[in-house]
T-cell receptor, first 108, second 113 residues
Framework: DAKTTQPPSMDCAEGRAANLPCNHS???????VYWYRQIHSQGPQYIIH???NNETNEMASLIITEDRKSSTLILPHATLRDTAVYYC?????????FGKGTRLSVIA | AAGVIQSPRHLIKEKRETATLKCYPI?????VYWYQQGPGQDPQFLIS???????DKGSIPDRFSAQQFSDYHSELNMSSLELGDSALYFC????????????FGPGTRLTVL
């Protein structure tokens, strides 16, 4: 599986967009990019996934570069409830392999 | 919408005792996954079942066993418990035949004294 690299922590002001980067330079053609988050000790929560194209749902947008070597998760209007650890996972299929993730702190 | 149900939510055991954790997947989901998350660590995959057969195996100790029953619920059996088994145990389910989304339960917090 492709290795991912994420910044260990980020801060974001409430109401602003949170842009979380992920580097996956060794991704192969059939690997999907998944984003999950874990709010303190709760079960990880699915956010979004994509293969090549940019994706958007009610929670977030996923921007994947044309060479697929990196991606950015965008939370358009971050709230305090978005404070969590965000995991970028590259896999062909389940099960998920969790790395270190990015701890996002949304600040009032 | 129905979610993954795990029971019990909290469990306290003594060293060398046994524990059984239960997981009830989302209706119509045919695949169940178990993950372990130690204190300050990231979730680690233990084992998964598809249509009641073991489909994948991760870093599950030999002291642990699991199965999926005819109603698709799953149980994780843990014997000869050690202090290091204290962790959050998450169950997740997915519709393997066409879904790409894995849904997690709230977890069972196991404390071994």
């Amino acid at each position: 599986d492709a290795k991912t690299t994420q910044p260990p922590s980020m801060d974001c002001a409430e109401g602003r967009a949170a842009n979380l980067p992920c580097n996956h330079s060794t991704i192969s053609g059939n690997e999907y990019v998944y984003w999950y988050r874990q709010i303190h000790s709760q079960g990880p929560q699915y956010i979004i996934h994509g293969l090549k194209n940019n994706e958007t749902n009610e929670m977030a947008s996923l921007i994947i570069t044309e060479d697929r070597k990196s991606s950015t998760l965008i939370l358009p209007h971050a709230t305090l409830r978005d404070t969590a650890v965000y995991y970028c996972i590259v896999r062909v299929a389940f099960p998920l392999v969790f790395g270190k993730g990015t701890r996002l702190s949304v600040i009032a | 919408a129905a979610g993954v149900i795990q029971s019990p939510r909290h469990l306290i055991k003594e060293k060398r005792e046994t524990a059984t954790l239960k997981c009830y997947p989302i209706p119509r989901h045919d695949t169940v996954y178990w993950y372990q998350q130690g204190p300050g660590q990231d979730p680690q995959f233990l084992i998964s079942f598809y249509e009641k057969m073991q489909s994948d195996k991760g870093s599950i100790p030999d002291r642990f066993s699991a199965q999926q029953f005819s109603d698709y619920h799953s149980e994780l059996n843990m014997s000869s418990l050690e202090l290091g088994d204290s962790a959050l145990y998450f169950c997740a389910s997915s519709l393997d035949s066409g879904g790409y989304t894995q849904y997690f339960g709230p977890g069972t917090r196991l404390t071994v004294l």
